[in-house]
């Protein structure tokens, strides 16, 4: 299944004591099991299955700057973001941390890696996002309030004074 969850281990080995380790995120499994159910609609591009895992009301801010509101609005810029650059890709989604923020309610940081993506050069390759998504439990289901994938822009290269 591509969602994965990174495997940290919160240890300090004598050899290196001054790297601080990521602890594993702390996932409740109802969470874990809608990533999974997330990542694969959002392989199939369901355009519909993939809103449905918004609040009604929830809004999506894609990676090319598109905002939906309401999971009529997610629809479209999903589907918007599939006729870009997402069809006939393959993404994994590795949850980096969870905040909890109460009893119901979710922050979660997350990798994006897309194999196969349309890149802004025109060429074909691996695209890295991050995804930020706010999720709130109702009943069993989780329910994304607000996410927001975007890019890192490249690091540039350190200047020397001359």
Request: proline share 8%; with cysteine.
């Amino acid at each position: 299944m591509p969602f994965r969850k990174e495997k940290h281990m919160a240890s300090v080995s004598p050899q290196s004591s001054s790297t601080p380790q990521i602890p594993t995120p702390s996932i409740e499994p109802s969470l874990a099991d809608t990533c999974q159910r997330f990542n694969a609609a959002f392989n199939r591009a369901d355009v519909k299955e993939v809103a449905s895992f918004w609040d009604s009301d929830g809004t999506l801010i894609g990676p090319t700057g598109n905002r939906g509101i309401g999971r009529p609005g997610v629809e479209k810029v999903f589907a918007d973001d599939v006729n870009q650059f997402l069809r006939g890709t393959t993404s994994t989604f590795t949850i980096e941390t969870v905040r909890m923020l109460g009893r119901d309610l979710a922050l979660l940081d997350m990798d994006h890696a897309i194999q196969g993506a349309r890149l802004p050069d025109g060429t074909t390759g691996t695209m890295k996002l991050h995804t930020a998504i706010l999720a709130r439990r109702q009943g069993t289901e989780w329910r994304w309030l607000d996410a927001r994938p975007y890019g890192f822009l490249p690091s540039r290269p350190a200047s020397h004074p001359h």
